[in-house]
């Protein structure tokens, strides 16, 4: 346990220490941090690269792949040098050479016993995982060990983000899409665009940070970003057993819904299960939204439309 700041240290990291909501406690408090990083590819290398550069003490970086050609478009903390080696060997070389005062601890790519071994030791975990197996794995993991859970992912233009953090008794990753499927959008398949997953991977370093240094944070909200538009929309999330609020039945025989930004005509009466059966959206990895509040898939039959809802589809993103 550190209790000062060395002179190298009020200087290197001066410019964050300068903000009030950080100051040298703060900057203490990043410095006796633990944190786990599952998963160094587009979402893990600028998360990487802005904690260490922080000044968090350790870094936990687990991933079993190498460097491949294909990866450089995004993945930002290798270089063309490191085609064919170890990631979490390039990737720890590279930070050391950016922070040598980090201590980083190598792991292989994720498993079980590897998550109930690891987890417990450290302060937050992030996902930058690019699989529904190994996502549902570490929230899971974090859950039980009511350790902080920063997820996010991309693919395509558009990009997920979400802090879990158990003790506050908040939604988990599990709560908003309970299914183990692959939702199908992979970056293998569907492309990703560097800059989005980027910009993710950053935000993930960002609430990492407000985690550590117990500042205000937007704990259990899913937001969600379009890079089409640079817009983040935020939908609030409950955890399971969710509470429905009660909704009367609308009087007439039709009605007007937004659905995602768009006013159709359905008629009455008429649920959200009935909604996505008429409008075939009922697919494996789809979490919905009424109102801004994300709705537990066993609420779906229950739940009745009203006249001017704003009902959002999307699916689960797994790419990293
Ligand atoms: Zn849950």
Redo the contacts with the bound molecule.
Sequence with gaps: MHTDLTDDEFLRYGRQILLPEIGETGQLRLKNSKVLIVGVGGLGSPAALYLASAGVGQLWLADGDKVDTSNLQRQIIYRNSDRHQSKTKSAIQHLKSLNPAVQCHPLPAVDQNVLARVIPQVDVVLDCSDNMETRQAVNAAC?KAEKPLVAAAAVGWQGQLMLIEPSAKT??Y??VFPQQDEPGLTCREAGVIGPVVGMLGTAQALVTLQVLCDLPRPTGILQCFDGRTLQWQRLSTQ??PFSASTRKTFGGTSMHIRLNGNEIQISLPCTLEALLIQQEQLKPGTAVALNQQVIPRSQWSETQLNENDDVDLFRAIAGG
């Design positions: 859950v939604a988990c599990h709560c955890r399971l």
